[in-house]
């Protein structure tokens, strides 16, 4: 079996934005990812921004659970979006959401925006899969998820 990933979602600000950052093996979604000279995506977390609406909240943790369809074509999931208006129309890191039995993978990696076909990411690291313990990722996006709900 592959080694299991850990996530987990923390509260972060970006300007006067809140939200959650995806965090996996304790570093930050967007960090997984590096271009020339060390540089990362400056896209955040499409979790529990505190301008969306709760739907909005709703329908991507459960499609984060695999629980309902994404709204792309491609099938995949918004996972960092862009940091001025959460749009994907401005470009998203997407994946796949995979239940694997007892595990939920991330795989399949690409750049879209919902207009034209996915393309591949253009930064020269990037993650591969990420493999995480159904248990305790369903508990780490509930946690956030009533976490934000409750706030």
Same mark, same amino acid.
Not at 49 to 62: G, L
Not at 82 to 110: Q, S
């Given at each position: 079996?592959?080694?299991? @990933?850990?996530?987990? *979602?923390t509260?972060?600000?970006?300007?006067?934005?809140?939200?959650?950052?995806?965090e996996?093996?304790?570093?930050p979604? !967007?960090q997984?990812?590096? #271009?020339?000279?060390? !540089?990362?995506?400056?896209?955040?977390?499409? *979790?529990? /921004?505190?301008?969306?609406? !709760?739907?909005? @909240? !709703?329908?991507?943790?459960?499609? *984060?659970?695999?629980?309902?369809?994404?709204?792309?074509?491609?099938?995949r999931?918004?996972?960092? =979006?862009?940091?001025?208006c959460?749009? =994907?129309?401005?470009?998203?890191?997407?994946? *796949?959401?995979?239940?694997?039995?007892?595990? =939920?993978? /991330?795989?399949d /990696?690409?750049?879209?925006? #919902?207009?034209?076909?996915?393309?591949?990411?253009?930064?020269?690291?990037?993650?591969?899969?990420?493999?995480?313990?159904? #248990?305790?990722?369903?508990?780490?996006?509930?946690?956030?998820?009533?976490?934000?709900?409750?706030?």
């Amino acid at each position: 079996m592959d080694a299991l @990933n850990t996530i987990a *979602l923390t509260p972060a600000t970006c300007g006067k934005l809140t939200y959650l950052e995806i965090e996996v093996d304790g570093v930050p979604l !967007a960090q997984h990812f590096a #271009g020339r000279a060390g !540089a990362h995506p400056t896209q955040l977390s499409p *979790l529990g /921004w505190s301008s969306a609406s !709760a739907d909005v @909240n !709703a329908r991507i943790t459960e499609q *984060l659970l695999a629980r309902e369809p994404s709204a792309l074509e491609s099938g995949r999931v918004p996972v960092l =979006v862009c940091e001025e208006c959460g749009d =994907v129309g401005c470009g998203a890191f997407t994946v *796949l959401v995979l239940r694997e039995g007892d595990t =939920v993978r /991330w795989t399949d /990696w690409a750049y879209e925006n #919902g207009r034209e076909p996915a393309g591949p990411i253009q930064w020269p690291t990037r993650p591969g899969d990420f493999l995480f313990e159904l #248990g305790s990722y369903e508990q780490a996006i509930r946690d956030a998820s009533a976490r934000k709900s409750g706030e």
